[in-house]
């Protein structure tokens, strides 16, 4: 069964940096589009950053020029690092990655979510 594990997450200071790692498991074939979202307290989940298979990456206008996205595809991993944490950085961080797997005989695409990591910026 294919599954989405986080870490790195904590609480920081403002102007502060932290590193959040999340890798996938299971029978997996490939990994399309890998990224992170994020969701504050009453707020919706936005879109943090995206980066492809192929190493092209997009980021939300908020976090462009403090937060790099990258990924591991031989450990089926991505990463976000966070630079320059705002205390409007704080929210629940999720791992979101496009994964291509068996069932059975068939090969299947499904959209998977990690559990989330807390991130707290205080400022």
């Known amino acids: 069964q294919v599954q989405l594990v986080e870490s790195g997450g904590g609480l920081v200071q403002a102007g502060g940096s932290l590193r959040l790692s999340c890798a996938a498991s299971?029978?997996?074939?490939?990994?399309?589009?890998m990224g992170w979202y994020r969701q504050a307290p009453g707020k919706q989940r936005e879109l943090v950053a995206t980066?492809?298979?192929?190493?092209?990456?997009n980021y939300a206008d908020s976090v462009k020029g403090r937060f790099t996205i990258s990924r591991d595809n031989a450990k089926n991993t991505v990463y976000l690092q966070m630079n320059s944490l705002k205390s409007e950085d704080t929210a629940e961080y999720y791992c979101?990655?496009?994964?291509?797997?068996?069932?059975?005989?068939?090969?299947?695409?499904?959209?998977?979510w990690g559990q989330g990591t807390q991130v707290t910026v205080s400022s």
């Open positions: 979101n990655a496009n994964i291509r797997s068996y069932r059975g005989d068939y090969l299947v695409t499904n959209n998977y």
């Open positions: 299971g029978v997996i074939f490939g990994i399309n589009d």
């Open positions: 980066i492809t298979s192929g190493g092209s990456t």
